[in-house]
C-alpha cells in the first residue's frame, strides 16, 4: 500500500511569464506591444528549478520548506502535470508523470496554492461532479461527498453556491475535493496560507488522519512549526535549488552548536569576532551586514553575559539580542544566510 | 481516452447551462429577434422594405444567432476560468489528456449553438408573420451546414476566449463581433455587395458570411446565394484553422 515520488534532474525554465500572471494575449495595444519594436527585445528568462533530485517514500508526510518563490510550487505543478519541465523526469510510483499524464493523475489529489473552486457550481455539486470526472458511481460519490461534507464542517452550507464562502471554508473545500477520489498522493501547495489557528489545527489532523490510511503526502509550507510538527522528512528549498533534507531532528541537529544568537552592535571590530569566537560553547561566529552577528553555540542565555563583557572590552555598544532555540529556522538562517521570512 | 470524464464533464457544463437557460437565451436571442421584428414586421409592413426582404433575413438572423451563441458558450466562460481565480484547474486535473477538455468546451458549444439556431426559426416565423417561404427540400445540406457552423462558432470560441483577457471583453465585441455581423451577409445576400466590388471580395474572410449564405441557400435556395459545396469547403476550411489555432492556445494557456 502506498505509493512514493521520485524526481530526478528536474529542470525549469520559464521563458514566459507563467499563464496565470500573463497579460491577455491577442489584443494588446499597452506599452508593452510598443516595447517590441526594439531589436533587442528583453528576454524573460527565470530559472525556477536547478537540477533538483528527490525521492519520497511510499506512506511518508514529506515537507518541502522555503521562501516564496524558492521553487515550490513548480516541483508541485511538475509532479501534477499542470508545469511542463525544461528537463529532467519525475515519477509518481512508477509512472512517468510526463509519460503517462492521465495515469498520474488518477494517483493524485491536489490542494492549490489558491482555491480554484468551480464558481458556477455548489459545494455539493463541486464535489459530486468531481467524483464523476474520476469515474465513481452516481451512489458512491453522493455517499463520500456526504462523509466529506461532514468532516469539513460544511453540511450546512452544502448547497449553497461557493462565491459567498468565506477563505477557510473555499481552503476546506478544495481539501474535501482532492480526497473525494480518495487518491494515493495528496499534494498540499501551502495549505494554511490564511487559515485561522483553530483551523489549521484541523487541517493537521486531517492530513495525519489520511497518511494513517498509508497515503504520502506532500505538503509546501513556509512556516517552520508547520513543518516541524507535521512532517516525517523535509527538504529545504532556496532559488530552485535543494539545500538541505532529512527529518526534522536530523536537519536541526546538522546546525553547528543549535543554537543560534542574533547580535546588533553600533559597530563590529575584527577583534570582537574574534573574542566571540573564544567564548565557551561557541562553534561558529558570522558577521552580517550593519553590525549584525550571528553566533552558533550549544548554549543560549548563559553566554550574554560574556557577550556583553567582550563587548565591553573592545568599546562596541550591543543594540539588540536575539536568542533562537535549535529550530528550522535557525536552520534555513543558516544554510541561506537569510531569514525564511526575508 | 477517458469517455466517462468527458461525458461527466459535458454534463457539468450542461447543469450549468440549464441553471442558467433564461438569461443565456435572453441574452443570445433577445437581439437577433428584436432585430427581426423591427426590420422583419415593422418595415415590411410599412411598405418602407418589400415583403421579400422576410425571406433573406430569416436564415441571416439564424446565422447570427448560432454564431453569437457559440462564440458566448465557449469564450466567455473560458476567459472567466482561465483568469487569476485558475477555475479551470479541476478539470485540468482530472483523468483525460488536456486537450480533450477543450474538445469536450467545443462539443458543447455546438450543442447550444445549435439549441439556438433551431429555436430561432419557430420563433423568427412567428414574429415575421405571412410571406415566409421556407424549403425543406435540401434538409440534408441544411443539417451539414448546421453541424459545421455550430462547429466554426463554437472553436472560434475557443480561439478567442484562449486569447484574450477580461478586461478586453468589451474590445472583443466592438472590435471581432459588431463588424462580424455588419458585413456577416445577414440582413443581406452577399449577392448585393456587387456595387462595392472590394468589399464584396473582402468580407469572404469573415466565416459569418459562409453561415448566413449557406443557411440562406438551403432554406431560400430562390434566393441568389453563394453556391453550396462553395459554403461547405470555406466552412470546413475556417473550422479547421480555427479549431487547430483553438487547441493550441488552449494548450499554451493551461500548461505552463
Redesign the interface.
Known amino acids: 500500500m502506498g505509493i512514493g515520488i521520485r524526481i530526478e534532474n528536474l529542470r525549469k525554465v520559464?521563458d514566459s511569464p507563467?499563464?496565470?500572471a500573463a497579460?491577455?494575449?491577442?489584443?494588446s495595444f499597452g506599452p508593452a506591444r510598443a516595447g517590441s519594436k526594439d531589436k533587442g527585445k528583453k528576454k524573460f528568462e527565470v530559472v525556477a528549478l536547478d537540477r533538483i533530485t528527490l525521492e519520497i517514500s511510499a506512506g511518508e508526510i514529506f515537507g518541502l520548506l522555503g521562501p516564496n518563490g524558492a521553487g515550490k510550487s513548480t516541483t508541485i505543478?511538475v509532479l501534477?502535470?499542470?508545469?511542463?519541465p525544461t528537463a529532467g523526469s519525475a515519477f509518481i510510483g512508477e509512472c512517468d508523470v510526463w509519460q503517462e499524464?492521465?495515469?498520474a493523475?488518477?494517483l493524485?489529489g491536489?490542494v492549490?496554492q489558491?482555491?480554484?473552486?468551480?464558481?458556477?457550481?455548489t459545494a455539493r455539486?463541486?464535489l459530486l461532479?468531481?467524483g464523476?470526472?474520476?469515474?465513481q458511481g452516481a451512489r458512491q460519490r453522493a455517499r463520500r461527498s456526504d462523509e466529506l461534507l461532514e468532516r469539513f464542517k460544511l453540511t450546512d452550507r452544502a448547497d449553497q453556491n461557493v462565491r459567498g464562502f468565506s477563505g477557510g471554508m473555499m481552503q476546506r473545500l478544495s481539501i474535501a475535493?482532492a480526497m473525494m477520489h480518495d487518491p494515493q498522493v495528496l499534494f498540499l501547495d501551502e495549505p494554511s496560507a490564511g487559515l485561522d489557528p483553530q483551523t489549521r489545527l484541523l487541517l493537521w489532523e486531517i492530513v495525519r488522519e489520511y497518511n494513517r490510511q498509508g497515503k504520502t503526502i506532500v505538503i509546501t509550507t513556509h512556516y517552520m512549526d508547520e513543518a516541524d510538527t507535521l512532517c516525517d522528512r523535509l527538504a529545504i528549498i532556496d532559488h530552485g535549488r535543494i539545500i538541505a533534507q532529512g527529518s526534522p531532528p536530523e536537519l536541526k541537529s546538522s546546525i553547528p552548536g543549535g543554537y543560534l544568537i542574533r547580535l546588533k552592535f553600533d559597530r563590529v571590530p575584527e577583534e570582537l569576532t574574534a573574542d566571540l569566537r573564544q567564548l565557551p560553547g561557541v562553534t561558529e561566529v558570522r558577521s552580517a551586514d550593519a553590525g549584525g552577528v550571528d553566533v552558533y553555540a550549544g548554549c543560549g542565555g548563559p553566554l550574554i553575559g560574556p557577550i556583553v563583557g567582550a563587548a565591553q572590552a573592545r568599546g562596541a555598544e550591543l543594540h539588540d539580542v536575539h536568542i533562537a532555540e535549535p529550530s528550522l529556522e535557525t536552520l534555513f538562517l543558516h544554510h541561506t544566510g537569510r531569514s525564511l521570512r526575508d | 481516452m477517458n469517455w466517462r470524464t468527458f461525458y461527466a464533464m459535458l454534463q457539468r457544463d450542461g447543469h450549468v447551462a440549464r441553471r442558467n437557460l433564461f438569461p443565456t437565451l435572453l441574452q443570445n436571442l433577445l437581439q437577433p429577434l428584436l432585430l427581426t421584428f423591427v426590420f422583419g414586421r415593422v418595415l415590411t409592413s410599412s411598405g418602407m422594405l418589400k415583403a421579400e426582404y422576410k425571406n433573406i433575413l430569416l436564415p441571416g438572423i439564424m446565422a447570427i444567432s448560432m454564431v453569437i451563441s457559440g462564440i458566448q458558450a465557449v469564450a466567455m466562460p473560458l476567459i472567466t476560468e482561465l483568469q487569476f481565480t485558475r477555475e479551470i484547474e479541476d478539470r485540468l486535473l482530472a483523468p483525460m489528456e488536456t486537450h480533450w477538455l477543450a474538445v469536450e468546451k467545443i462539443v458543447a458549444g455546438m450543442i447550444q449553438a445549435l439549441v439556438s439556431g433551431l429555436v430561432v426559426i419557430p420563433a423568427a416565423w412567428l414574429m415575421l408573420g405571412s410571406g415566409v417561404h421556407i424549403s425543406f427540400q435540401n434538409l440534408g445540406l441544411f443539417a451539414v451546414i448546421c453541424v459545421l457552423v455550430a462547429l466554426l462558432s463554437s472553436s472560434g470560441g475557443l480561439a478567442l476566449g484562449c486569447s484574450i483577457g477580461q478586461t478586453q471583453i468589451g474590445l472583443m465585441f466592438s472590435l471581432v463581433v459588431a463588424p462580424m455581423m455588419m458585413f456577416g451577409c445577414a440582413y443581406y445576400p452577399w449577392s448585393a455587395l456587387r456595387s462595392f466590388p472590394v468589399l464584396q471580395y473582402a468580407v469572404l474572410i469573415n466565416p459569418l458570411v459562409y453561415a448566413s449564405e449557406g443557411l440562406r441557400g438551403s432554406l431560400m435556395p430562390e434566393i441568389p446565394h453563394i453556391p453550396g459545396l462553395a459554403v461547405v469547403g470555406a466552412l470546413i476550411a475556417m473550422d479547421a484553422v480555427l479549431l487547430v489555432f483553438g487547441l493550441k492556445k488552449f494548450q499554451q494557456k493551461t500548461v505552463s
Not at chain 1, 23 to 27: K, P
Not at chain 1, 132 to 135: C, I, Q, R, S, V
Open positions: 520559464y507563467p499563464p496565470s497579460r491577455g494575449g491577442g489584443f505543478g501534477t502535470t499542470r508545469t511542463r499524464q492521465v495515469k493523475k488518477l493524485i491536489v492549490p489558491r482555491p480554484n473552486l468551480d464558481f458556477a457550481l455539486e463541486i461532479f468531481h464523476a470526472y474520476f469515474g475535493r
